[in-house]
């Protein structure tokens, strides 16, 4: 099964999505799993708003879950990227519609696995 090989990178941050690690710098942020879905929702559509009823059914499929979910894991992505009132905003709030990642995003396509090289002559001749 193929590894998705998509990073995104977006101010001093890197989330490589195939190890489903953010990170700051060079340093690993902890995330939990529904919290990381909820960030690569929304980096993944950069600049357009995601209506909470989708982030729902794509983070919780099959699971019905209440909207506080999603509401406390945007608080939490917002407090772990450092946002403030006064500062830095990355995630938008758009009243009664979703939520919109404003940062711009730079998607870089992670190195391949090495390809193992196979020698012709040696594979033919056992």
């Given at each position: 099964?193929?590894?998705?090989?998509?990073?995104?990178?977006?101010?001093?941050?890197?989330?490589?999505?195939?190890?489903r690690v953010l990170y700051r710098g060079d340093a690993p942020v902890r995330?939990?799993?529904?919290v990381f879905d909820t960030l690569l929702a929304l980096v993944s559509r950069q600049g357009r708003?995601?209506?909470?009823?989708?982030?729902?059914?794509?983070?919780?499929?099959d699971t019905f879950v209440e909207e506080n979910n999603l509401?406390?894991?945007?608080?939490t992505l917002r407090r772990t990227l450092g946002?403030?009132?006064?500062?830095t905003k990355f995630i938008e709030t758009?009243?009664?519609?979703?939520y919109r990642f404003l940062p711009d995003v730079?998607?870089?396509?992670?190195q391949e696995p090495p390809v193992e090289l196979v020698d012709r002559e040696s594979s033919t001749s056992a």
């Open positions: 099964m193929p590894t998705d090989t998509r990073v995104f990178e977006f101010a001093d941050f890197r989330i490589d999505v195939g190890e995330l939990a799993p529904k708003v995601v209506s909470k009823d989708s982030l729902m059914a794509e983070i919780w499929r509401t406390h894991h945007i608080f946002e403030s009132k006064r500062g758009v009243p009664r519609l979703g730079k998607v870089v396509k992670a």
